[in-house]
């Protein structure tokens, strides 16, 4: 292990990496103490372990962070992929390494235990599977209703109750028999109670305890009760229902009518469960929702075509992609699962189905096939679980922001102290880029109000800064806060504007449009527009036919927030719903923004030039934007001081006053504009935690946008028309280089790393590409 240097440590981790095997296995990261911090499974240990020290925008702020701790990597090399997951699954279950997605809670589980290897089986509820021949069932996540269905299963199957040790004998001899109830011969060790109990003389329970039943008899009601949880309610019911008849026949009323309320309690208990599933398969139904770095799963356990069970359970959602998660889900599930199906429903593919097929295969003793649904009723039973999940997690957070609510108060109040604000920030906005090497530029803003993310007011932006093989964050955040911030412009509410019409205004147009030095046109439209009595622009309007206008200058440009406002007041001025522009088509996505949209069919009256669009601005279609219009308490910037430096630029440049911070991930430090040494908050500080929760959402929410941008241009592109290159690998040099231009310009040594020499040459060599 190096020196603990930056620099010796980079070339210590580069001389590994270097070193790793091309073969399947098993990797832990350590950081400076030696503590296991993150332990992952790989079908190539070069290639997984190496992925992580690929300078990406897109890895989550948790992963970034790991990675920075990193300071020795040791590795295990296995036969196949599927001992490596045996190997991670047990390893993550025995040291809980910080990074690794674990399930919330997971030692809170309980399981009901039944000791079938007992004379008289007892029915409990436990936190652990032991290998002690006892059946179990599980893991429940809620004991609650673990025990409302025991008090349930005991009324309508009088089990005993107790933790008596009770041995059968033998059965009682004539002579032997006493008491009429007394039939067999048991010994009762370890009595720690007087027997029989309340339980037997309310008729809950036959009394093993004092020989009224045979081990044959009690085991007969405990295999009710196993089929019961089972899932194979309908064959308890047709039993029932033979002895409820045989007993009417022999006219023994009184224990035909006792059946008949069994019947009806059973029957009253399987009508919650009316979900079914149409082959009557055993099917496991998962659905999950990521929200604010917490994955919330439902599991439905179907079983004979019947829901048995419903779980809800919530795992740390830091994962580099939705593989990541369910594969994590389905290894730390199925691993203390009791009862395997026959098939599961997840909802999107992960990676490498055929060995986590097997490894359940395994565990079950027999096929467990993974499934994707794409269509049908299968894939309505996933939809369900997702909105079960979605519901799940909707409750959740409401328990969680009650739980945080003091502490979120108390967080904002000395965020108000530390940064000399008039009032603690009741809105904060956070701001981060994501980029593929320069190209598909977005960003996102998050809004927090009373330390709590209000979603609704989330926006992203798709922007025009396009540095493809150069990313530049810098210029990318100022055009970010640039495209906000001006909706707050000041002075927007203050503008006037008069209709002016040549010849009849002539001597008024002259005199207003000096300035602007706009030549009256006739049968043109002028619209000065004033703020503060000075003229400040102008638009000119024409109206090829009646009640038509069409916008054929303005200058000088305007502001979004002026033009916005500006165009309203025409429109009523001029009593019309609509105006029209026509634009540079590379500029509509700039224009849009504005409120202007694209029409499908131009109108005769209007020409547009090649290389225009026409774009229309219609008052009833436009809606202005709620959060824009709100002006923040505190603007966070994900990064150092060159982002934070950029965004306050943008806002002097606006003349906007907004206090700014930023946090750079490294050290979590805390930049304040003005001062030169940033602001260390120590690790388990409230305001820290705040802050974190605002950057990681800016940055999983520019990420999701980004990644949906990249999906559509992996969809299509020249690649695909150079034979060999494959769907795997066109995602692969796109996901490296980021566009075709890119790719063009890496060299055969650096494609051969991606897809081998033989592809990387014919890839060179094909014509799409020179």
């Known amino acids: 292990m190096p020196e603990n240097t930056e620099q010796n440590r980079e070339e210590y981790l580069k001389h590994l990496l270097k070193n790793l095997p091309h073969h399947p296995g098993v990797y832990k990261m350590k950081d400076k103490d030696g503590t296991i911090i993150y332990v992952g499974k790989a079908k190539d240990l070069k290639n997984r372990v190496s992925s992580y020290f690929n300078k990406s925008n897109d890895q989550t702020p948790k992963t970034q962070k790991m990675v920075e701790q990193i300071i020795d990597i040791d590795y295990t090399i296995v036969d196949s992929e599927l001992e490596a997951l045996i190997l991670e699954t047990n390893l993550i279950k025995e040291l809980r390494p910080k990074y690794n997605i674990l399930m919330k809670d997971d030692k809170n589980y309980v399981y009901i235990k039944i000791t079938v290897n007992e004379d008289f089986p007892r029915i409990m509820i436990v936190r652990k599977v032991l290998k002690d021949k006892a059946r179990y069932f599980g893991p429940k996540t809620a004991q609650h209703k673990v025990d409302s269905l025991l008090k349930i299963l005991k009324k309508l199957f009088p089990y005993r109750h107790c933790q008596l040790d009770i041995n059968y004998e033998r059965p009682l001899q004539q002579g032997e028999i006493t008491n009429p109830n007394t039939r067999h011969k048991v010994t009762v060790s370890h009595a720690t109670i007087k027997y029989p109990c309340l339980d037997y003389h309310i008729k809950r329970c036959v009394g093993p305890c004092i020989g009224t039943v045979s081990k044959e008899e009690y085991r007969a009601i405990i295999d009710q009760i196993i089929r019961f949880l089972e899932g194979k309610q309908l064959e308890i019911i047709d039993n029932i229902k033979n002895q409820m008849m045989q007993s009417a026949a022999e006219k023994k009323f009184e224990q035909a009518a006792k059946l008949r309320d069994k019947l009806t309690q059973i029957e009253e208990l399987m009508e919650k469960q009316k979900i079914s599933e149409p082959t009557h398969h055993d099917v496991d139904v998962i659905g999950y929702v990521s929200i604010d770095n917490r994955a919330y799963f439902n599991l439905f356990q179907i079983r004979e075509g019947k829901l048995i069970n419903q779980e809800n359970f919530i795992l740390g959602a830091d994962a580099i992609n939705d593989d990541e998660l369910i594969s994590s889900f389905l290894e730390q599930y199925y691993e203390s699962a009791t009862d395997l199906p026959a098939e599961i429903l997840i909802p999107s593919q992960i990676d490498s189905p055929e060995t986590m097929e097997l490894w359940l295969t395994n565990m079950k003793g027999s096929k467990v096939k993974i499934t994707v649904p794409q269509k049908g009723k299968k894939d309505n039973l996933l939809d369900l679980s997702y909105k079960n999940a979605e519901s799940y997690a909707k409750q959740m957070q409401v328990k969680w922001q009650g739980a945080e609510k003091q502490d979120r108060t108390e967080a904002l109040k ?82 006037r504007i008069q209709i002016r019409k040549f010849p009849e205004d002539k001597a008024k147009i002259q005199k207003e449009l000096k ?198 241009v992996l969809m299509s592109s020249s690649l695909d028309l150079i034979s060999g290159i494959g769907p795997a690998l066109k995602a692969k040099l796109l996901a490296k280089y980021g566009s075709v231009e890119n790719i063009k310009s890496a060299s055969v040594n650096d494609l051969s790393e991606i897809i081998g020499p033989e592809k990387a040459i014919k890839l060179k060599k094909s014509k799409i590409l020179t």
């Not at 609704?456 to 906000?484: C, I, N, V, W």
């Open 414 to 495: 000395e965020l108000q102290k530390i940064l000399n604000l008039p009032t603690p920030p009741k809105r904060m906005e956070c701001y981060d880029i994501s980029h593929n090497q320069g190209t598909e530029t977005v960003s996102s803003m998050v809004v927090f109000e009373n330390g709590f993310p209000k979603k609704e007011d989330y926006r992203r932006f798709r922007l025009h800064q396009q540095t493809p093989g150069k990313p530049d964050d810098f210029a990318s955040m100022k055009e970010t806060l640039s495209r906000r911030l001006k909706y707050l412009k000041p002075g927007a509410e203050e503008l």
């Open 515 to 712: 300035e602007l030095k706009i030549k009256p046109v006739k049968n043109n439209i002028y619209v000065p527009i004033t703020k503060q009595k000075n003229t400040v622009a102008a638009l000119i309007l024409s109206e090829p036919v009646k009640g038509k206008f069409v916008i054929e200058k303005i200058q000088p440009p305007l502001n979004q927030n002026d033009l916005v406002l500006s165009v309203k007041k025409i429109l009523e001025k001029l009593k019309t719903g609509r105006i029209y522009i026509t634009v540079a088509t590379k500029e509509v996505a700039i224009w849009e923004e504005s409120g202007f949209q694209q029409i499908q069919k131009n109108p005769d009256s209007i020409r547009v030039k090649s290389g225009k669009t026409l774009l229309v601005f219609d008052k009833n279609k436009y809606e202005s934007d709620k959060s824009f219009e709100q002006k923040p308490d505190l603007i966070i910037i994900d990064g150092g001081k060159g982002q934070l430096n950029m965004a306050v630029e943008a806002a002097q440049i606006l003349k906007i006053t907004i206090p700014f911070i930023s946090i750079a991930k490294r050290e979590e430090e805390i930049f304040i504009p003005g001062q030169k040494t940033p602001l260390l908050l120590p690790e388990q500080s409230p305001i820290l935690h705040l802050i974190e929760h605002l950057r990681d959402e800016a940055h999983r929410f520019a990420v999701s946008y980004h990644h949906n941008l990249r999906s559509h």
